[in-house]
């Protein structure tokens, strides 16, 4: 497959950067976080939902929730 010059270019720079044996373990890097961006967008939009529907906690509390359980694992 003949990739377009500027996806050549970025597929290029990273095999540059020693890290990839081959073009398809860069594509399939890029897939991969690609795949996570997706699920990420998807928790972020599903949270909105359920903060909207009532079913969320503030932000100050969320991160209070988050500080007493870091804690809890130090």
Same mark, same amino acid.
């Given at each position: 497959?003949?990739?377009?010059?500027?996806?050549? *270019?970025? /597929?290029? =720079?990273? $095999?540059?950067?020693?890290?990839?044996?081959?073009? !398809?373990?860069?594509? @399939? %890097?890029?897939?991969?976080?690609?795949?996570?961006?997706?699920?990420?967008? *998807?928790? /972020?939009? =599903?949270? $909105?939902?359920?903060?909207?529907?009532?079913?969320? !906690?503030?932000?100050? @509390? %969320?991160?209070?929730?988050?500080?007493?359980?870091?804690?809890?694992?130090?």
């Amino acid at each position: 497959y003949a990739f377009p010059p500027d996806i050549r *270019a970025l /597929i290029d =720079q990273n $095999m540059a950067t020693g890290i990839y044996a081959s073009e !398809e373990d860069v594509l @399939q %890097a890029a897939l991969h976080v690609l795949s996570d961006y997706h699920a990420t967008i *998807a928790d /972020i939009r =599903q949270g $909105m939902i359920d903060y909207e529907q009532g079913r969320g !906690e503030p932000l100050s @509390q %969320a991160m209070a929730d988050i500080r007493q359980q870091l804690g809890a694992k130090l």
